[in-house]
């Protein structure tokens, strides 16, 4: 499986102050340490390093995600993008302009989305992509 890896997801896995048992986080951990592929985008590293203090910490997180595969959107990306957040929206959901993107880019890419977003959950009943579950 190919996994896009959402900001909930990375913050919770990078936190020291608590235990890294949730299961998105473990299903991370066994996507690097096995065959699944891991992607990244700029908007994650984006939100990861606005949560981030020092240098050397930033230094690091960025040492670390560059070893990912990393998407680039492209003006059509953004276009279904926006497609997906209007298709939401007529449906009574609220999907973030950022999330709409992500959704975009696993509906391109042929990845599943790995998430504790809950908005998320919603927008699959409007739009189709693949969303991990815990099973």
Do not use: Y
């Not at 449906?91 to 989305?113: E, P, S």
């Amino acid at each position: 499986m190919s996994l896009l890896v959402d900001t909930s997801v990375w913050s919770l896995a990078l936190r020291r102050d608590v235990e890294q048992s949730a299961p998105e986080v473990v299903a991370l951990r066994h996507a690097l340490l096995g065959t699944d592929q891991v992607f990244t985008t700029g908007l994650v590293l984006q939100e990861l390093l606005q949560g981030f203090a020092g240098p050397k910490d930033r230094a690091q997180l960025i040492d670390r995600l560059s070893a990912l595969a990393f998407l680039q959107p492209v003006k059509e990306d953004h276009i279904e993008a926006a497609e997906v957040r209007n298709s939401c929206r007529r449906c009574g959901v609220q999907v973030g302009t950022i999330d709409a993107l992500l959704i975009q880019l696993c509906r391109k890419n042929d990845l599943t989305l790995l998430t504790t977003d809950q908005d998320f959950h919603a927008a699959t009943k409007h739009v189709e992509f693949r969303l991990w579950s815990a099973r």
